[in-house]
């Protein structure tokens, strides 16, 4: 609502509780611009409908917060449903590498729905339904795209993800898919720098920036194995 939106608002309260409104023009003035500031993100039309509400369950002077606090939480109530995408007759026409258009969309989608524009998008994703588990593992099989640049980006912040991309655009084994014997890795997990406690057993807590030779060399066997199968096959 904007300043010159207040007055009427403040009229449809008086109805209700003729004390509102003081008799100086001055003071008038002075309550309509504090109002306006609590209820600059509040649509004049839901604000009518609230003073309403409001005094159809409560006996009590309403104050602006209440009205705030109503829109805000209609606007929560909103969001809480969409679930952030577009719906598929809906998706803007965009360069598929026009990152910045698509989340400004994305923005102005959101802004719709808290709005009450546009409903909430509530079709379900599809990794929420009965074949989640199956969907789950065809993207572990697949892998999910990322842009190039985007992992270059990261790298510096995962050096184990980043070595084995590293050695798989090389053509040399990936370590990380077979299990380490000198430190129990499972397969994807990194190897642990083993050390040995007091009383003599095996501790192995800390992260390897690189895998165990011998799990290197394991991988190395095992795809070599996986060539000869694919030659005589």
């Not at 929560?76 to 400004?104: K, M, Q, S, W």
């Not at 040399?172 to 997990?189: F, M, T």
Request: aromatic letters at 6%; a negative charge; one cysteine or more.
């Amino acid at each position: 609502m904007n300043r010159d939106q207040i007055p009427q608002l403040l009229k449809q309260v008086s109805y209700a509780d003729p004390r509102l409104l003081p008799s100086d023009p001055k003071e008038v003035m002075a309550l309509a611009a504090l109002w306006a500031t609590v209820l600059a993100d509040v649509p004049a039309d839901f604000a009518m409908n609230a003073v309403g509400e409001h005094y159809a369950t409560s006996p009590f002077p309403i104050k602006p917060s209440d009205i705030a606090d109503r829109w805000n939480t209609k606007v929560r109530d909103r969001l809480h449903r969409d679930n952030g995408t577009f719906e598929p007759n809906d998706f803007p026409d965009l360069d598929p590498d026009d990152v910045i258009g698509y989340l400004a969309a994305l923005r102005g989608q959101r802004t719709a729905v808290a709005q009450g524009y546009q409903p909430p998008n509530t079709v379900k994703a599809i990794t929420a339904g009965a074949a989640a588990d199956e969907v789950t593992a065809r993207l572990k099989t697949l892998g999910t795209y990322v842009p190039r640049q985007v992992d270059e980006l990261l790298d510096a912040h995962r050096p184990i993800k980043a070595a084995r991309r590293a050695a798989l655009t090389a053509g040399e084994p990936d370590a990380l898919s077979v299990p380490c014997d000198w430190c129990q890795a499972d397969i994807g997990e990194p190897c642990r720098s083993r050390r040995i406690d007091p009383k003599g057993g095996a501790t192995s807590n800390r992260r390897r920036a690189t895998p165990h030779p011998s799990r290197i060399d394991e991988a190395q066997t095992a795809m070599r194995e996986q060539q000869e199968e694919a030659t005589t096959a």
